[in-house]
């Protein structure tokens, strides 16, 4: 690990840094400048794979001083030849197309060269532990951010963007011809003249960044002054383990990491070569040293390559953040704390022990030379309960447990509505479809009982496509399509639907055989589902409609909301256009007689009652409390001294209502953790 250099704190060393910096200035030192060079692969010109130009700020650098070089091909069928490849570009102040981005002064020729280029999954340090890939869907290969053969979504070409502005940078490399490349071969080469037209009077450092999908551990690399005919070697220490792929007799898989940081270079002309690859041996004792490239970093100001990684830190934790920066040494490190600097906090680690409130506050690295000054990404601490005032709280009646309330997304409350058959409801919430609205209620443990029953009132004149799919009524369902929850929906010919699924599989649903509920009229509304059975049961205005097996299946996860009007899979379900009152979640299957007294207005087994929006006043006045820690049990008292009292299955955020008795709340039962937050730092 580089060691942090610190200035005396003798009046006559800041004299003399303080000339230093100024004389560097008149010398043209305003000219700093920092340029990364990215090495895209062509995968046979599909999008999906192949490397777009970065969209999101990268290893500390702003799109803007990327240089996104020319694309190399991969050496497969598709490709014109089959490499070696040796390209060339060059950049100066007016390059501004394919890609490429002009430099503040100077030109730079560039000319790189490798076996072939390659597509890796690795995200990055940011990305999800062990393999620190994408943690994208399972059949990509890289489910629970673990390394697969095999390639992520295309999120070049759909909504869902790439995770960081270093997951685009990783995502393509230049390839050694050891490690399942089309040819045998060496390591790859970059040479580089025309520097010091960019660095007119400063010197500058170097950081190379690189992945593969085919490596145990990356090898060292090489950052040669030319001109003074003088060699550094960098080394990747803190690559993360990879998953291992199984198809060799060594460990394969895709990963990637940072360099340290060259020291100081005043030259015109460098290059870079990686130490070839070599692979050999078992599992247990074999190796796989991988020589690639994915981008080098060149600045004489500070860049924080490796911030500190954001975590989830609450009361008792203790954690420690790291970071890494690349500049011309001597680099000074001075931590902040809501951009105050914390005394003595100048190395290149930070750390809390026993978080407490006087901690709560955003924290990040601000990294300084002769040259310029780089700051880090901030990370958040949090720890108290936050109370965010809300204005349109529905309200759950349910007189016993923590209490389910709903917050209104554009639903109008009305007093009451009475229907052509002259029955009248007090107290309702109409959906229109002109602009969809919705209610949701904050998913929790309470609502994942393994039998349950949901009931309704409704009326309605139908959906209001009547061409198009179902309208929600009442959706907690989990992801898009055949997501795993459960829906209820309106159908076009005037039956109302029930549905379980489980993912792609175990996927069921019963319709109504009654076809008057878009008839404009009340209708109530029952559905009885016992998942040990698969059996589902419809009751509509106190009779027995319709029943059958479904499917076994379980609850998604308790963070799953409920939506009622409108679900947040818009592809499948269309808007609800009518009127909803008296929704009631139980967590078991009422007989038929507990319907029939329900169907009068009777609660019927408040035990077993876990949620009742009864609509009996507008959307009011209320509080979000939101907090970290998801062990952590909320609490709640009438006075601030208690007895405080659990509320079991209460998540973050927890909407409550203020215009009832004063309550006072807290949280207990967090176990704290030791938390390092950049686990593999250099």
């Known amino acids: ?16 840094a303080c000339t230093v910096s100024a004389a560097a200035l008149m010398l043209g030192v305003s000219e700093a400048a920092t340029v990364g060079l990215y090495f895209r692969v062509n995968y046979c010109a599909d999008q999906t794979y192949t490397a777009a130009p970065l969209t999101m700020t990268a290893f500390g650098i702003g799109t803007n001083a990327w240089e996104n070089l020319t694309q190399m091909d991969t050496g497969y069928g598709c490709s014109s030849g089959s490499g070696p490849y040796t390209l060339s570009q060059v950049v100066d102040t007016t390059t501004s197309t394919g890609g490429l ?14 076996d072939t280029a390659n597509f890796s999954g690795f995200a990055g340090y940011g990305g999800s532990s062990p393999g620190y890939g994408y943690a994208g869907p399972p059949s990509y290969g890289y489910g629970a951010g673990v390394g697969g053969d095999g390639h992520p979504p295309p999120f070049r070409t759909s909504p869902q963007p790439y995770p960081t502005g270093e997951w685009e940078v990783y995502n393509s490399f230049m390839r050694d011809g050891v490690n399942f490349a089309p040819q045998p071969g060496n390591a790859y080469s970059v040479d580089i003249t025309g520097l010091k037209t960019l660095f007119t009077n400063t010197p500058f450092a170097v950081q190379l960044v690189a992945s593969s999908d085919s490596m145990q551990y990356l090898t060292n690399a090489f950052i040669i002054d030319v001109t003074g005919n003088a060699t550094q070697s960098v080394v990747y220490p803190s690559t993360p383990p990879v998953g291992d792929v199984g198809d060799t007799s060594w460990i394969r898989g895709h990963g990637g990491g940072l360099s340290t940081a060259s020291g100081s270079l005043n030259t015109d002309h460098l290059k870079i070569m990686g130490n070839p690859a070599a692979h050999g041996g078992d599992k247990v004792t074999g190796y796989n040293f991988a020589s690639t490239i994915s981008a080098a970093i060149i600045t004489d100001k500070p860049v924080v390559t490796m911030s500190p990684q954001p975590v989830l830190v609450c009361g008792g934790d203790s954690v420690t953040w790291s970071g890494y920066a690349v500049g011309v040494p001597p680099l000074a490190y001075q931590w902040r ?24 506050g955003t924290y990040d690295l601000r990294v300084t030379n002769l040259y ?11 720890d108290r309960i936050s109370t965010p005032r809300i204005s349109n709280l529905v309200l759950d009646s349910n007189p016993k447990g923590p209490q389910h ?56 004149s139908g959906v209001a496509d009547p061409s198009g799919n179902p309208a929600t009524l009442f959706d907690r369902l989990s992801g898009t399509g055949n997501g795993s929850g459960v829906v209820l929906v309106q159908n076009p010919d005037g039956t109302v639907s029930f549905q379980v699924g489980a993912g792609a599989s175990a996927v069921g649903g019963i319709p109504t055989l009654a076809n008057t509920l878009s008839n404009n009229r009340w209708h109530q509304v029952v559905v009885a ?12 205005d106190n009779q027995s409609d319709s029943s059958g097996y479904i499917g076994i299946w379980t609850w998604p996860s308790p963070s799953q909301v409920l939506d009622l009007g409108l679900s947040h899979d818009t592809n499948s379900w269309q ?23 329900a169907y009068t207005g009777a609660l019927v087994d408040t035990n077993a009652l876990v949620m009742q929006l009864n609509f009996t006043m507008a959307p009011g006045l209320g509080i979000n409390l939101t907090w970290q820690c998801p062990d952590a049990i909320l609490q709640s008292a009438d006075s601030v001294n208690g007895p405080y009292v659990d509320l079991p299955g209460a998540v973050s955020p927890y909407s409550i209502s203020t215009q009832g008795a004063a309550k006072f709340y807290r949280y207990r039962g967090h176990t704290p953790a030791v938390i390092v937050a950049n686990p593999y730092l250099m």
Request: proline share 3%.
């Open 405 to 460: 309330n709903g917050l209104n997304n554009g639903a109008t409350w009305l007093a009451s509505s009475t229907d052509g058959g002259s029955v009248t409801r007090t107290g309702v919430m109409s959906f229109s479809t002109n602009v969809p609205t919705q209610i949701t209620v904050a998913g929790e443990t309470n609502f994942d009982s393994s039998a349950f029953t949901i009931m309704f009132w409704m009326r309605s």
């Open 101 to 114: 981005n002009p430099l503040p002064n100077g030109s730079l020729s560039i000319t790189w060269s490798a």
């Open 575 to 597: 808007a609800y256009n009518g009127l909803l009152d008296d929704v009631r979640y139980y967590n078991r299957v009422l007989t038929g007689t507990e319907i029939a007294s």
């Open 1 to 16: 690990m580089k060691r942090a250099h610190r200035f005396s704190s003798n009046n006559r060393a800041r004299k003399v």
């Open 372 to 382: 310029g000054t780089g700051l880090s990404a901030s990370v958040v601490v949090g």
């Open 529 to 540: 589902y016992d998942q040990a059975t698969g059996i589902a049961a419809f009751y509509i």
């Open 337 to 360: 704390k809501n951009g105050v600097p914390i005394p003595g906090a100048t190395t290149s680690t930070y750390g809390l022990t026993h978080v407490t409130f006087a901690n709560v």
